[in-house]
């Protein structure tokens, strides 16, 4: 009986520790993104935004640099392998500090990227991620650092399919309506679920809606645990309520 009861906590103990190393490898991987951060070194760039915790580190991309950027976890270290690449179609792209920013994080997110619309055409700049997890999938949320009344910025993220969504200032400062679904306080962000190709790459857009500009003040990312991930945690569990059970059994008849 005695065997009976440590084989049965040694399963339960095993399935924990599969869980929490599966679900740990997801939760730990967060990285974030604030582009042409006004806070520098890199190193003082902490913060939490809609995720994360207040010492979150952010890899800070001064400018629009050329050639790919390595990226790091919000621990700062190690690295996370994920690089990052900016490109820009058809645009002049500038950035700027919008000191009335109303994201989450606003200290670090208020800084952004714009491209430049003329007439009615429609410019884009792209955010290529190499490196991820093939046909893993990730939560995305999206910042926009603008507050000018009525700017309108669409998104859109391709891997394996695309998903889109737009950032839409309305009314004052401060007031923000989300394209699809409802607002979200804190505000000035759009979340998307993408899931990486076959060569572990995500390509962030951004476009400007007819003749504004489009902004794009940064990222957080991380990876969506699998179903599998939940079962581990299910099971160990279990485990656990059928070893209590058991030694509850065994108490009450003696």
Sequence with gaps: MRTRVVAGSLLAILSLA????????????????????????????????????????WNVISGTPSGAQALNFTSGSPASG???????????????????ANGPNAALTQD????????????????????LTANQSYAIYLYNGSTSIGRITDFNVVGTSTVSGSINNVGTPGTVMWTPGTAVVPGNYLQLNATANVSGQLVINFMNRAASEGDFAGFQIRAIPEPSTYALVITGAAALLIVAYRARRRSSAK
């Excluded at 869980?19 to 490898?25: E, I, K, R």
């Excluded at 990052?84 to 000191?99: A, E, R």
């Excluded at 952004?112 to 490196?131: P, V």
């Design 112 to 131: 952004f990227l714009a491209i430049m619309g003329s007439g009615m055409s429609i410019k884009t700049g792209t955010a290529t991620l190499n490196g």
């Design 18 to 57: 599969l869980a929490q190393s599966a679900y740990s490898a997801f939760t730990i991987g967060t990285i974030d993104v604030d582009f042409t951060g006004s806070v520098s070194p890199s190193a003082n760039a902490t913060g939490a935004a809609v995720i994360g915790s207040a010492g979150d580190v």
């Design 82 to 100: 994920v690089t990052l690449t900016l490109s820009f179609t058809g645009s002049s792209v500038i950035t700027g500090t919008s000191p009335g």
